[in-house]
């Protein structure tokens, strides 16, 4: 089935434990925090019943419609359909959000393809990955991701320092197991459920830990406390900061005050082998949605680029052009590596359809890793008046306007209030808190740098260059099995 976006705001409306700004939230639907990006969750909801978007964004599963975001990839043209779905929510938005459910499922084809070795390790609990995946399909639920843990102090064991640094298992009962800790998780307050494993980690020659847990968590479980950081949404107007306002994807330090964990929820246990194994595999499909949205980040700042010296008549530089050239160069190695890894897509152990790892990995480290750069690159056609121009208040100000409409009016196209539209655009994606916590997002929101390096490490056929390099220098046949 599909929900409505008023299914979905209702199944939110309930007694969770939200925090923000020293308040304890009632209502997150209606809260002026969260009510802008909740708002743009039940749109895309509302968008699968409307005929104009059905067909890009649901798809009949026998007499079932299902969301084609959540639909299990085993063609190319399922690749193809996701990717058209989030061009057409993209667009009716007028923005970007990463974390809508679509960029999280794919952790659960991931799980889905460890199957078999989880099952070979802890027989228990294969059952309920398959009952999850097909949950998620037919209730259209809203999935996030818990993987990292506040931590502490790396140069000690969890077990060596508070010990809740980590989530960890604190009892088995006959209904489930007992959970503490704590998880940084995006979008958590408004989510219906979050798949939890453990961070990057390492597990030295342990067999068997507290620590080693993968399972579901319900957003509004007894015990989950959602402490939220402040929201982007309400600092200035909408017409100065129309990004922020609009399209902030609250963050959350998700509490664990022993939570039940019912053994159906729990994918597995104890058993840190299954958790590397996890931990491993987990980006395999959610990198694609990841990185595709930073195609749309591209493509913000080009055109606020380009829009900014198409009104100052500066597009007619050559140096300018380079610039603006710089720009496509980085938008078109993303839609390059994403086009790809489609066109070279790789069956996985689970029969399923995963885009080319290596080719999706480095196009997610050139994606993320050069963001700042490109950023830059923007700002700096911009110019400097992203940060120097009155807010908007001053140009409806009857005593201000008079001036600023002068000084900001540049031709007969181009006069102030488009100006100054695109200044504040520009300065929201560019040069605002917001714009410094989006770029962070894509730094860190899907593993940190390392860990981008440590997939493109692995995921790469080596062979190839070794076997060519064996072979123009002339290295015996011998070294070819060698270390
Ligand atoms: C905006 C935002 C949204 C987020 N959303 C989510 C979410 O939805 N779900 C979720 O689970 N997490 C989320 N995160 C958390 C994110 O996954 C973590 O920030 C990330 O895993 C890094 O962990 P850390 O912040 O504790 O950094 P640290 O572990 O302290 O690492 C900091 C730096 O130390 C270095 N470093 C650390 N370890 C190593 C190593 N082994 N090898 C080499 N260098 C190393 C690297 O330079 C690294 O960048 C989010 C983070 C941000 C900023």
Same mark, same amino acid.
């Given at each position: 089935m599909i929900r409505t976006g008023q299914q979905y705001l209702d199944g939110i409306r309930d007694d969770r434990e939200i925090w923000i700004d020293g308040e304890r939230v009632k209502d997150a639907t209606k809260h002026p925090a969260f009510a802008p990006i909740i708002n743009i969750r039940a749109r895309m909801y509302d968008m699968q019943h409307e005929e104009k978007h059905q067909d890009t964004l649901t798809y009949l599963n026998g007499n079932e419609r299902n969301s084609m975001f959540m639909k299990p990839p085993t063609t190319q043209q399922d690749w193809w359909d996701k990717w058209r779905g989030v061009d057409n929510v993209m667009k009716d938005i007028g923005g970007v959000v990463t974390r809508v459910g679509d960029e999280t499922?794919?952790?659960?084809?991931?799980?889905?393809?460890?199957?078999?070795?989880?099952?070979?390790?802890? !027989?228990?609990? /294969?059952?309920?990955? %398959?009952?999850?995946?097909?949950?998620?399909?037919?209730?259209? *639920?809203?999935?996030?991701?818990?993987?990292?843990?506040?931590?502490?102090?790396?140069?000690?064991?969890?077990?060596?320092?508070?010990?809740?640094?980590?989530?960890?298992?604190?009892?088995?009962?006959?209904?489930?197991?007992?959970?503490?800790?704590?998880?940084?998780?995006?979008?958590?307050?408004y989510a219906d459920q979050a798949f939890l494993k !453990?961070?990057? /980690?390492?597990?030295? %020659?342990?067999?068997?830990?507290?620590?080693?847990?993968?399972? *579901?968590v319900k957003m509004n479980a007894k015990g989950v406390k959602h402490i939220c950081r402040s929201s982007f949404a309400g600092r200035g107007s909408v017409e100065d900061y129309p990004l922020g306002n609009r399209f902030d994807e609250v963050d959350t330090l998700m509490v664990l005050d022993d939570v039940l964990i019912p053994w159906e929820d729990v994918f597995f246990y104890r058993h840190t082998k299954a958790a590397t194994y996890i931990r491993s595999t987990l980006h395999r499909y959610s990198a694609f949605p990841y990185v595709l949205r930073i195609l749309y980040v591209a493509d913000m700042l080009i055109g606020a680029a380009l829009w900014n010296v198409k009104q100052t008549g500066l597009d007619q530089h050559q140096g300018v052009r380079e610039k603006l050239a710089d720009l496509v160069c980085y938008r078109e190695g993303i839609n390059a590596h994403l086009v790809a890894s489609i066109a070279q897509a790789e069956k996985s152990p689970g029969g399923l359809l995963m885009p080319n790892q290596s080719l999706l990995y480095a196009g997610r480290v050139h994606a993320c890793s050069n963001l700042a750069q490109m950023m830059h690159i923007a700002r700096e056609l911009c110019g400097g008046q992203i940060c120097v121009t009155p807010n908007v208040a001053q140009f409806r100000n009857a005593d201000t306007s008079g001036w600023l409409n002068k000084f900001y009016s540049l031709n007969d196209n181009w006069q102030a209030e488009d100006r100054r539209k695109l200044l504040a655009f520009a300065r929201d994606l560019l040069n605002s808190d917001y714009a410094g916590h989006r770029l962070t997002f894509v730094q860190f929101a899907q593993a940190p740098h390392f860990n981008h390096l440590n997939a493109v490490y692995h995921s790469f056929d080596f062979s190839g260059p070794l076997d060519f390099v064996r072979k123009a220098a002339g290295l015996s046949e011998q070294v070819a099995g060698g270390r």
């Open positions: 499922i794919g952790e659960m084809w991931s799980l889905f393809d460890g199957r078999d070795v989880l099952n070979e390790i802890d !027989p228990r609990f /294969a059952e309920n990955i %398959d009952n999850h995946i097909k949950a998620v399909l037919n209730d259209d *639920i809203f999935h996030v991701s818990a993987n990292t843990d506040p931590k502490g102090d790396r140069s000690r064991r969890p077990q060596d320092q508070d010990p809740d640094m980590m989530v960890h298992v604190v009892k088995e009962t006959d209904a489930g197991i007992i959970l503490r800790g704590a998880k940084y998780e995006t979008a958590a307050a !453990p961070t990057v /980690a390492n597990w030295t %020659d342990d067999k068997l830990s507290d620590y080693a847990v993968g399972c *579901i």
